[in-house]
């Protein structure tokens, strides 16, 4: 981790240039990554794998798959249980996606910054 500290410490000492070549780079890496990895999902769902065994949407019908009606016996109801069960892992995203970054973006725009950043880690993450 110290490794990775002081390299960004002295890319950052070179000038925006180099910055924003190093940057292009990594971010063109990252895009690559990316698509990669949808690639083999997409191989691996249609049959790529060490079995030959085209997995498809087979899990998602399972009782314990994303879309499974865990709420069935509180609720009595299976469409209605399996869009609660859809609708908490969508609330469960969502704060993962926005709870670390709403501090920083909201901080921006604040004319009090340092009362607002004290307010804002005490009262919001608790």
Request: aromatic share 16%.
């Amino acid at each position: 981790m110290v490794i990775f500290i002081a390299f960004i410490f002295f890319v950052n000492l070179l000038g925006v240039r180099v910055f924003g070549e190093l940057e292009f780079w990594f971010s063109s890496i990252k895009v690559i990554a990316l698509i990669g990895l949808l690639l083999m999902g997409i191989i691996i769902d249609l049959g790529g794998n060490p079995k030959h065994d085209r997995i498809g949407f087979r899990y998602w019908k399972a009782p314990d798959g994303p879309m499974g009606s865990y709420l069935l016996d509180q609720v009595h109801d299976g469409p209605l249980a399996v869009f609660l069960g859809f609708w908490a892992t969508l609330t469960n995203a969502l704060f993962a996606y926005i709870g670390t970054e709403l501090i920083g973006v909201t901080v921006g725009e604040a004319r009090l910054f340092s009362l607002f950043v004290a307010f804002d880690l005490i009262l919001v993450p608790g």
